[in-house]
C-alpha cells in the first residue's frame, strides 16, 4: 500500500447532549457526515476518531468534553501524539492541519504548531498546509 495523505480536523464531540456547537464541527457534519459513527467510537478528551468518507481518510481529534469548554495544550498534545499513532497504522507520511483550536478556541498557534513539529518529528510524518 503507498503512503498517503490525511486531512486533520478538530472539534468536540459531547457526550451527555450530543450538541455540536458551531465552528469546525458544524463545517465537518455539514460537509462529511458520519457524526454518528464519531459517536458511536465513544472518544474521550485527548481521544482521535477515524472515518473513511469516499476513500478518503479523516482524523477527528477531541481535546474537550463539552462543546461549551476550551481545550488545554494537554487533551490537545495527546491528540496529537494518536493521530502519530493512526499514522502508522494506516501508512500515512503526510497529514495536512488546519490551525486547530486557534479559532473559537483561542488557543495560540505558536504553541500549537510546535506540538505538531514535535509529535511529527517522533515519527516520518510530514505536515502540510
Same mark, same amino acid.
Given at each position: 500500500?503507498?503512503?498517503?495523505?490525511?486531512?486533520i480536523f %478538530?472539534?468536540?464531540?459531547?457526550?451527555?447532549? +450530543? $450538541?455540536?456547537?458551531? /465552528? !469546525?464541527?458544524?463545517?465537518?457534519?455539514?460537509?462529511?457526515?458520519?457524526?454518528?459513527?464519531?459517536?458511536?467510537?465513544?472518544?474521550?478528551?485527548?481521544?482521535?476518531?477515524?472515518?473513511?468518507?469516499?476513500? %478518503?481518510?479523516?482524523?477527528?481529534?477531541?481535546? +474537550? $468534553?463539552?462543546?461549551? /469548554? !476550551?481545550?488545554?495544550?494537554?487533551?490537545?498534545?495527546?491528540?496529537?501524539?494518536?493521530?502519530?499513532?493512526?499514522?502508522?497504522?494506516?501508512?500515512?507520511?503526510?497529514?495536512?492541519?488546519p490551525r486547530?483550536?486557534?479559532?473559537?478556541?483561542?488557543?495560540?498557534?505558536?504553541?500549537?504548531?510546535?506540538?505538531?513539529?514535535?509529535?511529527?518529528?517522533?515519527?516520518?510524518?510530514?505536515?502540510?498546509?
Open positions: 500500500m503507498s503512503r498517503g495523505i490525511a486531512k %478538530r472539534y468536540s464531540i459531547v457526550k451527555q447532549d +450530543k $450538541k455540536v456547537s458551531d /465552528g !469546525k464541527a458544524h463545517n465537518f457534519r455539514q460537509k462529511y457526515g458520519g457524526l454518528e459513527e464519531l459517536r458511536a467510537q465513544n472518544l474521550a478528551p485527548g481521544g482521535v476518531g477515524a472515518l473513511k468518507p469516499e476513500g %478518503r481518510l479523516l482524523f477527528y481529534l477531541v481535546t +474537550k $468534553k463539552h462543546f461549551w /469548554g !476550551k481545550p488545554t495544550y494537554r487533551t490537545i498534545f495527546l491528540a496529537l501524539r494518536r493521530v502519530r499513532e493512526y499514522a502508522n497504522l494506516y501508512n500515512v507520511n503526510k497529514v495536512a492541519f486547530i483550536a486557534c479559532g473559537l478556541d483561542r488557543k495560540n498557534w505558536g504553541v500549537i504548531s510546535k506540538i505538531i513539529k514535535f509529535v511529527a518529528s517522533q515519527h516520518y510524518l510530514r505536515c502540510v498546509p
